[in-house]
């Protein structure tokens, strides 16, 4: 199916997006069908990091698979009241009961740095107006996020070979001594309680598969694990790498709620990461696979 791209004005602020037309079939049909669309962007107040679009009605009951949290530059509808919706950085669809149902239509493009600073002044400008509509252009890719300053390393998985930058800004002493342990090779598995998620078993770290890192003071640490970014989970004994490769998820304990674990932010996947989000979705199917980290 060839691409569909819309444009997405929020007050000043102009941005492109690109329908999820396989993933979501019938809610990205209808966001396309009721184009153009015009309403406010509104803070919420149950999500936390997340804005509202309202739009009218056009969407509501929109049909289609749900994801359970979302990640910044995932454009989603709520079903209950029609309105599109985004996180800026940790947030999650919900009212005073608990998660809402999200189902993903779009995703945005380019640096979401003003997207965010925008979002999150909601709550001191109040709203403002929001736009979308079809986009002018519909041939260019979607503009690539900036990648992050860092040494890179090479991750594969499977038959996926793919790069990532180190997150040596927000997560230095972490970074290097996962660069420091460098080269690493063992095997992967889907997590069992946390959803999409890779787990890193290194075949020198006993029954739990451990990679410790020795890192003091220990470093910010957080909740929500983006898709495309490797975490450090410092908690014993299960301390080593996750890979948030297909959605954005956290991390829980079969029986206890959701988000229980707090993992260090480790790297970043350089686009594209398509052949690696491949392998990791087939994980529960295949059974584990050969993972390996190099430094480049």
């Known amino acids: 199916m060839t691409a569909r791209y819309l444009d997405l004005a929020i007050g000043s602020l102009a941005l492109r997006a690109r329908l999820l037309d396989v993933r979501s079939a019938e809610a990205a049909g209808r966001l396309w069908a009721a184009l153009p669309l015009s309403g406010r962007a509104r803070h919420?107040?149950?999500s936390g990091d997340l804005a509202r679009f309202q739009v009218g009605g056009a969407l509501r009951a929109a049909g289609g698979t749900p994801v359970p949290f979302q990640h910044p530059g995932l454009l989603f509808v709520d079903?209950?009241?029609g309105d599109l919706a985004t996180v800026y950085a940790h947030g999650r669809l919900q009212d005073g009961f608990g998660p809402r149902p999200a189902i993903p239509v779009a995703e945005i493009g380019g640096d979401l740095a003003p997207l965010a600073a925008l979002l999150h002044d909601l709550q001191f400008?109040?709203?403002l107006p929001v736009r979308v509509t079809v986009s002018a252009d519909q041939t260019s890719p979607l503009a690539p996020a900036p990648r992050p300053a860092g040494r890179r390393i090479r991750v594969r998985l499977?038959?996926?070979?793919?790069t990532a930058t180190l997150l040596e800004a927000g997560s230095p002493r972490t970074a290097a001594a996962f660069h420091a342990l460098l080269p690493l090779a063992g095997r992967a598995t889907n997590t069992y309680s946390s959803g999409p998620l890779v787990r890193f078993w290194n075949p020198a770290g006993g029954n739990e598969g451990e990679t410790p890192l020795e890192v003091a003071p220990?470093?910010?640490?957080?909740?929500?694990?983006r898709p495309g970014h490797l975490y450090y989970l410092p908690t014993r004994p299960w301390r080593g790498v996750r890979i948030a490769a297909r959605d954005a998820t956290a991390m829980q304990g079969a029986i206890g709620g959701p988000?229980?674990?707090?993992?260090?932010p480790l790297a970043a996947f350089d686009q594209p990461w398509d052949a690696f989000r491949g392998e990791a979705e087939r994980l529960l199917d295949d059974g584990a696979k050969p993972l390996?980290?190099?430094?480049?």
């Not at 499977?158 to 793919?162: E, I, R, S, Y």
């Not at 220990?218 to 694990?225: A, I, R």
């Not at 988000?259 to 260090?264: D, E, K, M, N, Q």
């Not at 390996?292 to 480049?296: G, H, N, P, V």
Request: charged share 20%.
């Open 44 to 46: 919420d107040d149950w």
């Open 79 to 81: 079903p209950a009241t």
């Open 125 to 127: 400008t109040g709203a």
């Open 292 to 296: 390996s980290f190099e430094a480049l």
């Open 259 to 264: 988000g229980t674990s707090r993992l260090v």
């Open 158 to 162: 499977g038959g996926a070979d793919v």
């Open 218 to 225: 220990p470093e910010p640490t957080q909740v929500l694990l």
